[in-house]
């Protein structure tokens, strides 16, 4: 082709980009090959239109274009064979265009003899829909993975294996476990939203686990072995002389479990907690503790 | 052919190919082996690269399919009437 593209097109030079892919709009709909499959001289024309929207729709190329950098010729997209030009054998053709033909029907068997009821009649061939479902799963289950099961409206029961360490909003892909397919096609898919219910005392970053567990007043200053809760049951854990509220210790592996192996860590914030009842004996003994150290000296009061 | 083949024919990516098969916008043939593929598919997935460089949507293309579809299966229809029509025609004296 060598024609001007922008005479093909049937636009004037200034044209905007917006005014180009209109243009080309407006003629491919009415040129695709596809579109006009007893029409041969459409696919001529087509070519020359989609080879000048090659050029013009690119503003990089238009703009070498109008510097008479490249010109029009060489500009064609390479194309396979059109859809069209396989309707004779196309797997896809539908013969539902003339089953309102119920007279005609005798006609055409008398016509085809024994070839009446034509192969490709009806076989419409479809994948099933999907199915969306949401699963709320308590926190520990989530963490910790397993077996499951959703309760379908018409009473059918569908297991849902989760992963270890699922997030909340995750979605679970289940091949085939949606709607069947239509004439022989494959079923569709159901896709589970997972939602994961907040715990009482754990919260989840990431893979980690972050907890707060209170101690003692002679634990915090003496240190001692305690027992703490993680998803996966409670640990002993070693509270070292002197910790205060607010000290972070790390329990390696204890948080949750990764997709790709290893678990991340639960972190324990430490909380000094005084007994409920005030206790007559603390009380004596705190009075005779005679401390130096003010905490708020970094306030400045 | 398989399906690394057919996307680089068809120039698709792999994603655009799960879509349009989600859609059901393509149906290789399940039992050929080889991920089913044939020239026919790919000439429908530039169809339905044309179409979307038409600026059709999601909801149009099925329709166009299905409509393309009932034409071809149309005009098949009538090239068999006629090409029957004319040999009987030529078969009387």
Do not use: C
């Amino acid at each position: 082709m060598a024609a001007d593209p922008y005479t093909v097109l049937g636009v004037k030079k200034g044209a905007s980009q917006d005014d180009i892919q209109k243009a080309y709009r407006r003629l491919a709909k009415k040129l695709h090959p596809d579109l006009n499959p007893g029409n041969k001289k459409a696919e001529e024309q087509f070519k020359d239109v989609s080879a000048a929207y090659d050029l013009l729709g690119d503003t990089e190329k238009r703009a070498r274009f109008d510097r008479g950098e490249i010109d029009a010729s060489g500009a064609e997209r390479p194309r396979h064979r059109y859809y069209r030009d396989f309707s004779e054998a196309n797997p896809y053709t539908s013969d539902a265009g003339f089953e309102d033909f119920a007279d005609a029907e005798d006609i055409l068997s008398q016509i085809f003899g024994g070839r009446a009821g034509r192969a490709g009649r009806g076989n419409l061939r479809m994948r099933g829909s999907d199915v969306h479902y949401r699963l709320s799963l308590d926190f520990i289950d989530a963490v910790n993975g397993g077996k499951q099961h959703i309760t379908l409206p018409d009473g059918s029961v569908l297991d849902v294996d989760i992963p270890p360490g699922i997030r909340d909003g995750q979605i679970l892909r289940l091949r085939g476990k949606g709607q069947p397919g239509i004439g022989g096609g494959s079923p569709g898919d159901a896709l589970v939203e997972i939602e994961v219910r907040p715990h009482r005392i754990f919260t989840r970053k990431g893979d980690d686990i972050h907890v707060e567990v209170p101690i003692s007043l002679s634990e915090a200053v003496l240190g001692g072995k305690i027992k703490v809760p993680t998803p996966s049951g409670p640990v002993t854990m070693t509270v070292p002389k002197w910790s205060n509220t607010g000290t972070v210790l790390r329990l390696k592996g204890k948080g949750v479990p990764r997709a790709g192996g290893g678990h991340g860590d639960e972190f324990v914030a430490l909380k000094i907690m005084l007994p409920e009842k005030p206790d007559p004996e603390l009380e004596k003994f705190v009075a005779q503790w005679r401390g130096a150290y003010s905490p708020r000296q970094a306030m400045e009061v | 052919m398989h399906t690394h083949e057919f996307v680089l024919q068809a120039r698709i990516d792999v994603e655009t190919l799960d879509h349009w098969l989600r859609a059901g916008w393509l149906m290789p043939r399940e039992n050929a082996g080889d991920g089913g593929f044939s020239q026919v598919d790919v000439a429908r997935a530039q169809l339905i690269g044309d179409l979307q460089d038409l600026g059709i949507n999601d909801e149009g293309i099925p329709v166009i399919l299905d409509l393309v579809d009932q034409v071809h299966g149309l005009r098949n229809m009538l090239r068999e009437v006629l090409t029957t029509i004319n040999t009987e025609q030529r078969a009387r004296p």
